[in-house]
């Protein structure tokens, strides 16, 4: 989603850019936060990220000048990553994670954008 984010809204720096996660707050799903903080450049420490309690999705919203975009993940993703791992074999973990490295953009999140 930072990834994403930074290249839809073009910010120069680390400054200008926030970003509000909308995630499960327990894990797997809180790791979203760490990933969105290493990617966007976002970070709690800084205050240019902010979490809010969502147990219905994750998404992230993004701003810069004016600027937003929201992305969020697909809920068939979603449902592939949390309700079949922890039933999954090793094997079909490998796949599941092939599947998520090779899908494009567009197949893992919803992208929305305003000016």
Known sequence: MGVIA????GPQNQDGLSA????????????T???????????????TIRVVEASDRI??????EGRTCTITVRP?????????????????????????MTASDEELFEIESSQ
């Open 20 to 31: 509000v996660v909308f995630v499960k707050s327990t894990p797997p799903a809180s790791c």
């Open 59 to 64: 998404a992230g919203r993004f701003q810069l």
């Open 33 to 47: 936060i760490d990933g969105i903080q290493v990617a966007s450049k976002c970070t709690l420490g800084r205050g």
């Open 76 to 100: 068939r993703t979603l449902y592939q990553l949390f309700e079949r791992v922890s039933t999954a074999d090793a094997e079909v973990l490998v796949k599941m994670a092939n599947d998520v």
């Open 6 to 9: 930074r290249s839809m809204l």
